[in-house]
């Protein structure tokens, strides 16, 4: 079953008046594979934020080129405000921000908001990167759940990807970003200093899961430095 059909489920069941509680494990929503079907092989920065993250998304996308890779963004936030807040980033950044629609191919000089009702994943069709949504329930009490998005990155992205957790209270990311990290992605955490609650980066940070601690001043350089530099070969490449 897909993370789209079991999202369909999932409300077909709410519909019916059973209860799905909270989970606390993106397998609620879709597994993690053993043998990951990997996308093409274009880099993709995946963004998990909470409590505080409006505004350091905004420092963050603000610096960042139009050339960049993809974005793709999980911020705690209700569903009336996404659609806003990244007509609002749009108007801010060089790069081009909106909020994710179902299927839609994932483009570099892009950034994709979660909306508010939905998980966002990164998926896969005829080759290229394309935005998923699910309504299935929620995991860390929250939809859009960051490692939901983080599990979809290590599933398809593997070495590709370039993680980064923000502020937010709780520990959703956490274990998403150590399954990143464990796929291959080179992953970063917000400093304790910069951050409105050091919740979420503190967990992934205790988890195993980052890479580097930076302030969010210093974020958008150390990604665009970490861009530059050559991918390691993948294990068993010749």
């Known amino acids: 079953m897909s993370a789209h059909d079991h999202g369909k489920r999932s409300t077909e069941q709410a519909q019916a008046g059973l209860e799905i509680p909270p989970s606390h494990s993106a397998d609620v929503v879709l597994p993690l594979f053993d043998k990951p079907l990997r996308g093409p092989a274009e880099r993709v920065v995946i963004v998990g934020a909470s409590t505080g993250g409006t505004e350091a998304l905004k420092h963050f996308l603000q610096p960042l080129p139009e050339n960049m890779p ?14 806003p807040f990244a007509a609002r980033l749009d108007s801010l950044c060089a790069l081009h921000v ?3 629609e179902q299927g839609e191919v994932v483009l570099p000089g892009h950034v994709y908001i979660a909306p508010g009702h939905s998980h966002l994943m990164l998926g896969l069709s005829g080759g290229h990167y394309v935005c998923e949504l699910s309504k299935a329930h929620p995991v ?6 960051v490692d939901v998005l983080f599990r979809s990155a290590a599933n398809h992205a593997g070495r590709f990807a370039l993680g980064v957790i923000l502020t937010g209270m709780g520990r959703d990311g956490a274990q998403g970003m150590l399954e990143m990290k464990r796929a291959g992605a080179y992953n970063f955490a917000q400093d304790e200093a910069s951050c409105v609650v050091f919740g979420m980066p503190k967990e992934a940070i205790a988890l195993g899961g980052v890479d580097e601690v930076v302030p969010l001043g210093e974020l958008p350089g150390r990604l665009q430095a970490c861009l530059r530099t050559p991918l390691p070969k993948a294990p068993g490449a010749v």
């Open 98 to 100: 909106k909020e994710a």
């Open 140 to 145: 860390n009490r929250h939809r859009p759940s």
């Open 70 to 83: 993809a974005v793709l963004v999980a911020q705690h936030m209700p569903e009336m405000f996404t659609a």
